[in-house]
Each structure stands twice: as C-alpha cells, then as structure tokens.
C-alpha cells in the first residue's frame, strides 16, 4: 500500500516562505504523476502543482510567480517550495500520486499539511 506523508506545514507571517515536503513510500518513478492541492475552508480541494514521471512541472497560474513543484528521487520526495505567501494561501496542503495498476488509474492521497499565513 502506498503512503505520502507531508510535512513542512505550520504558521507563517504574510510575505513570509514554507517549503512542503512529500516523502513516499515507494519509488516515485512508479507514478504517472504526483502533485500538490490545496483545500481552503469552505471551499473545494484545488490544484496547486504537479510533476510528472519524466520531470515536466506546472504549477496553476494563480501561485506560478510565487510556488515551485521539485523532487528528490534519492529520497522519493516532492517538495512545493512557497515564497511570498498571502493570507489566501491558508489551507489544508494534500499531496497526491496516480499510478497505472493493471490498467486502472489508482490514486493516492497524503493526510495533509495545515498551512496558516497570518496578516
């Protein structure tokens, strides 16, 4: 069964940088895709990055000036780095993978990260 924890969540100042941290439980190459949502509350869970098995990134255009999706295959880790964050920023972070298994998309979810950015 795979597993995402994150980390890196926490309590920030406006202007202020947070960088997620997505360790898996497997070898990232096993997976299609991984990436980051982001689920503020009262509202729906939202794509903020992705990164692809052969590296290719995107990060939705609200956050591009400010967000970046990396990974260190070595420690099957994927990080969102976050600069300049916005009291808007505040959410529940969720890390995701998709793999193919016997031709089904499977997708797996982290139990997510608080991030607050206070005013």
């Known amino acids: 069964q795979v597993q995402l924890v994150e980390s890196g969540g926490g309590l920030v100042q406006a202007g202020g940088s947070l960088r997620l941290s997505c360790a898996a439980s497997?070898?990232?190459?096993?997976?299609?895709?991984m990436g980051w949502y982001r689920q503020a509350p009262g509202k729906q869970r939202e794509l903020v990055a992705t990164?692809?098995?052969?590296?290719?990134?995107n990060v939705v255009d609200s956050v591009s000036d400010r967000f970046t999706i990396s990974r260190h295959t070595v420690n099957n880790t994927v990080i969102l780095q976050m600069n300049s964050l916005k009291p808007e920023d505040t959410a529940v972070y969720y890390c995701n993978a998709r793999r193919l298994v016997l031709g089904d998309m499977n997708s797996y979810w982290g139990q997510g990260t608080q991030v607050t950015v206070s005013s």
């Open positions: 990164i692809t098995k052969t590296g290719g990134t």
């Open positions: 497997t070898n990232i190459y096993a997976f299609i895709a």
